[in-house]
């Protein structure tokens, strides 16, 4: 099974707006992380958020997390076509063990 | 430096057959995990290797077996295949007890 729900599902938006996918988790964990993929292929790493953080900026990236609420967000500004990608967060209990994905939600950005 | 690579790129294969996959780690790494990826679905993690061991594992059955060799490259293995089967596999490196893993392109499998 899965320890995460994203919402939405599918997002679909004009470029320069700005896209914020939720992920909620189930149980404590050491790390939070956001993963993007393009077609059904490989994932790549987009930021990683400890437990003990916040908040983390990557370029157009902001992640939130709330500890308290077990739910982390993000939050891609000016989006892009190139952005149109399936995100997916994944938590990790144990510092590089498994990760534990949620479903993902899946943007569509139209130029 | 090359990234994780994984071969074949795509596979199909019969029902009750046997497969078996193969994941190079990026340079430098040496531990692997194997996901499997069903359509529409997000990763579900199958097992992690270190120092050759099987360190973790998922809720995946014997069916599912691994390997990992002195060099830290790394097999899956699928004996009995089903339909069920049929999936992106991924592999992912990383540093052992770091936090950031790497992922390969993935292997189609399609059972038929």
Not at chain 1, 10 to 17: F, K, M, N, P
Not at chain 1, 84 to 110: D, H, P, R, W
Not at chain 2, 32 to 57: D, K, M, N, T
């Amino acid at each position: 099974s899965q320890q995460g729900e994203e919402d939405p599902q599918a997002l679909s938006i004009q470029e320069g707006e700005n896209a914020t996918m939720n992920c909620s988790y189930k149980t404590s964990i050491n790390n939070l992380q956001w993963y993007r993929q393009n077609s059904g292929r490989g994932l790549v790493h987009l930021i990683l958020i400890r437990s003990n953080e916040r908040e983390k900026h990557s370029g157009r990236l902001r992640v939130t997390l709330d500890t308290s609420k077990k739910s982390s967000s993000l939050l891609i500004t000016a989006s892009r076509a190139a952005d149109t990608a399936s995100y997916f967060c994944a938590t990790e209990y144990n510092q590089g063990g498994k990760l534990i994905f949620g479903q993902g939600t899946e943007l569509s950005v139209k130029p | 430096d090359a990234g994780v690579t994984q071969s074949p790129t795509h596979l199909i294969k019969t029902r009750g057959q046997q497969v078996t996959l193969r994941c190079s780690p990026k340079s430098g790494h040496d531990t692997v995990s194997w996901y499997q990826q069903a359509l529409g679905q997000g990763p579900q993690f199958i097992f992690q290797y270190y120092e050759e061991e099987e360190r973790q594992r998922g809720n995946f059955p014997d069916r599912f077996s691994g390997h990992q060799f002195p060099n830290y490259s790394s097999e899956l293995n699928v004996n009995a295949l089903l339909l069920g089967d049929s999936a992106l596999y991924l592999c992912a490196s990383s540093l052992n007890g770091k936090e950031e893993q790497y992922f390969g392109p993935g292997t189609r499998l399609t059972v038929t």
